[in-house]
């Protein structure tokens, strides 16, 4: 497997930049009251998705810390997934949107409690330049790594948000 040298090559981070650019033009259209609240929260908590995926990249050759900062990276994808249903409860954002949204962050979820949940039984894919906790069950994961679809039984799917709000 070829060796990594940036977290831009990562497709989680690929996802979360996307994502977050995706919530940035989405959030354009809400309304001018909600500028300072609404609008940065979701905006903000979007962008520290894939900051936190470059920021544990930068402590990659830490275990430990590279896991802590991808755990703060999922804190910030849970926090994202509650304004995304703020907005769409406000009618600020339509069903359509708001599922498809919540989807792709259900992706980027799984990929991170994939590897945080099993640092123990990583490995690194190549013998220099590569992050640990690339692989869990000895199964490279390739979301991490490709533009495949990732499907994953280790995480339970959430709730849907019309069932939780």
């Known amino acids: ?14 996802k979360a930049f996307r994502l977050g650019m995706e919530i940035f033009e989405v959030t354009k259209e809400f309304p001018k009251e909600e500028k300072y609240s609404l609008t ?3 905006r903000r908590s979007s962008r520290s998705v894939a ?7 930068a402590r990659k050759n830490y275990p430990k810390s590279f896991v802590n900062k991808l755990t703060d990276s999922l804190g910030e994808e849970y926090e994202t997934e509650v304004w ?18 919540s989807q792709e962050y259900d992706e980027v979820r799984k990929i991170f409690l994939s590897i945080i949940t099993n640092p123990d039984k990583s490995e690194e894919l190549t ?5 640990p906790c690339l692989t869990t069950h000895n199964t490279p994961l390739i979301l991490f790594l490709s533009k495949t679809n990732f499907s994953s039984s ?11 709000l």
């Open 84 to 101: 995304l249903d703020f907005s769409y409860k406000s009618n600020y954002i339509p069903k359509e949107t708001h599922e498809k949204l």
């Open 127 to 131: 013998t220099n330049n590569s992050p």
């Open 40 to 42: 940065d929260q979701v």
């Open 154 to 164: 280790l995480v339970p799917p959430p709730a849907s948000a019309d069932n939780v």
């Open 1 to 14: 497997m070829a060796t990594i040298r940036s977290y831009k090559e990562l497709i989680v981070y690929q």
């Open 51 to 57: 900051a936190n995926i470059a920021e544990a990249w």
